[in-house]
Structures are given as C-alpha cells and as structure tokens.
Antibody
Framework: EVQLVESGGGLVQPGGSLRLSCAASGFTFSSYWVHWVRQAPGKGLVWLSR????????TYVDSVKGRFTISSDSAKNTQYLQMNSLRDEDTAVYYC???????????WGQGILVTVSS | DIVVTQSPDSLAVSLGERATINCKTS????????????LAWYQQKPGQPPKMLIY???TRESGVPDRFSGSESGTDFTLTISSLQAEDVAVYYC?????????FGQGTKLEIK
C-alpha cells in the first residue's frame, strides 16, 4: 500500500526555518515525481514545488523560490522541503504528493501543519 | 503562468440530481505527443487531504465511482457528478499539471440542497 507520512511541522517565528520530511512506504520515491502543495487555513490549494526523479531537478512557484528547497534521500526513501526565511503567510498545512505512473499528482500524504507566528 | 479559473464558487444540488463544476485554463494544456489534456480533479472533505478523482481531464482514477466523469473542450473542462450522493459533499478542485507552476482552481464547495 502506498503511504506518505509528513513530519517536521510546528510553530516557528517569522524569519525562522523548518525542514519538512515526507517518508514513503509501499514504493520507491526514485521511480516517481514528488510535489509539495500547501493549504492555508480555510483557503484553497497552492502548488509549491516538484522534484523530477529522473535528474533530481526541481521547480518552484515564485512565492517560495529562493526560500524553499526540495531534496531527496534515496537511502531513507524520504523527500524533504527545507523552508527558510519563513513568513506569516507561509502558515498552512503542507502536503507531499506522489505522481501516478502517468505523471498525474495522485497520492497525497495526510499533511503537516506549519504555523509561523511570533 | 497558466491561470485556472473554476466556477461556481459554491453549488447546492438535491440528492440524486446532477452536479456540474467547470474549470477553464488560460492556455492549452494539451500535450501533443499523446493528445492528452494535463488536468486533474480532486475531492477534499473536511480534515482530509485531497483525493484525486480524474486525471488526463477524463480518465477516472481506480476505485472512483462511475457517477464521477470529466469532459473537455479546448481549454474548458467539466467535472460531472451524475447522481449526487450524500457522501459527495466536499470541496472540489481542478489542477493543471502541464506547465509549472502547476496551478489549481480556487475550489467549488458542493452542498446538498
């Protein structure tokens, strides 16, 4: 069974950093692309980033470019989202999403809450 | 960037009736190599992550009831629930995954009338 489990969220002050983890079971990340998506409280979905499993290249939405970095550890079968220079508006539930065999963002983790507040 | 415009913002439909949600992209999301539109539809219930219903604009994900269907015409896309069930109450989103940033529609809240 495909499972994605996010961790590493919590309360952080503005300007601070957090690293989110997305641990996989039931499959190997290296065979799929992975997206990160967030949802502010009571709001819609916002796509943040995708890592290409073929060459580990990543692409980002402008609002997080230069602040967020996506990476992977194949030995741990885990993806990471390093978030720096956090702002109040980064407060959200963060989801990692795995694609299906034809590249559609299909399998979602349960999400992890990040709260940026002083 | 591709803008995805979803409508309506909210919708109330009687049980057993048809529900229709629309999505329009600001440019083509058709991949010429396979003639597929790279659009997905998701259902999100309170406190849960989104669940993918449809990909390639009209291909139903495994296990999704056949009352859910997707259709396409150029840059216009539609999610149809043919006979609304109580468990279909949710927020529905479309997303283009053709060109990054892979933008979402703003969501449609579906309720029972």
């Amino acid at each position: 069974e495909v499972q994605l489990v996010e961790s590493g969220g919590g309360l952080v002050q503005p300007g601070g950093s957090l690293r989110l983890s997305c641990a996989a079971s039931g499959f190997t990340f290296s065979s799929y692309w992975v997206h990160w998506v967030r949802q502010a409280p009571g709001k819609g979905l916002v796509w943040l980033s995708r890592i290409n499993s073929d060459d580990s290249s990543a692409t980002y939405v402008d609002s997080v470019k230069g602040r967020f970095t996506i990476s992977s550890d194949s030995a741990k079968n885990t993806q990471y989202l390093q978030m720096n220079s956090l702002r109040d508006e980064d407060t959200a539930v963060y989801y990692c999403v795995r694609t299906n065999r034809v590249g559609a963002p299909s399998y979602w983790g349960q999400g992890i809450l990040v709260t940026v507040s002083s | 960037d591709i803008v995805v415009t979803q409508s309506p913002d909210s919708l109330a439909v009687s049980l057993g009736e048809r529900a229709t949600i629309n999505c329009k992209t600001s440019q083509s999301i058709l991949y010429s190599s396979n003639n597929k539109n790279y659009l997905a539809w998701y259902q999100q219930k309170p406190g849960q992550p989104p669940k993918m219903l449809i990909y390639w604009a009209s291909t139903r994900e495994s296990g999704v009831p056949d009352r859910f269907s997707g259709s396409e015409s150029g840059t216009d896309f539609t999610l149809t629930i043919s006979s609304l069930q109580a468990e279909d109450v949710a927020v529905y989103y479309c997303q283009q995954y053709y060109i990054p940033p892979f933008s979402f529609g703003q969501g449609t809240k579906l309720e029972i009338k």
